[in-house]
């Protein structure tokens, strides 16, 4: 891990609010020459900072706009169902995310569907039959106030 400097982070502000800006854009927002530029940007590829680019897509033209977080409880967190379970989850492509949580539960689900029956088909043929999975419990969201996939770029 190396200091990033006040350009360093401007770059990653800059193309995490705009992955597609040309070198040329990029320079000028951050007050830079192209070359010198596109020095840092490949610097911080190299290194990690910066793993990829994509495109943010609309989940209601996808019909993808039904959020549910789900909470999971495994029989048992042994490393051998704990490997499973994750494997099992990351093909599951309704799945948006998982984290694996301490407390009262094991991990937390967001999962995404088209509608509740697309959810509830999801819950009783794939997600209820998991690897290990002995209780889950769903929350719908009703409205997604904030749901930002930005980092903080400290100054």
Do not use: W
């Not at 070359?35 to 793993?51: D, F, Q």
């Not at 999801?122 to 997600?127: A, M, Q, V």
């Amino acid at each position: 891990m190396i200091d990033l400097d006040s350009i360093d982070r401007r770059i990653l502000s800059a193309l995490q609010a705009d992955g597609r800006l040309s070198i040329v854009r990029l320079a000028e927002r951050v007050h830079l020459t192209k070359t010198p530029c596109a020095e840092r940007v490949k610097r911080l590829e190299r290194l990690g900072y910066i793993s990829g680019y994509r495109a943010v897509l609309d989940p209601d033209l996808l019909e993808a706009n039904y959020i549910s977080f789900v909470q999971v409880l495994l029989e048992r967190t042994t490393t051998d169902i704990l490997d499973r379970f994750n494997d099992a989850v990351r093909r599951i492509p309704e799945i948006q995310s998982c984290h694996m949580i301490g407390g009262g539960f094991d991990y937390l689900l967001k999962v995404r569907t088209r509608d509740v029956a697309h959810y509830r088909a999801l819950l009783g043929d794939t997600l209820s039959l998991l690897p290990g999975v002995q209780q889950t419990h769903t929350y719908m969201v009703m409205e997604a106030i904030k749901d930002d996939p930005t980092l903080p770029v400290p100054v």
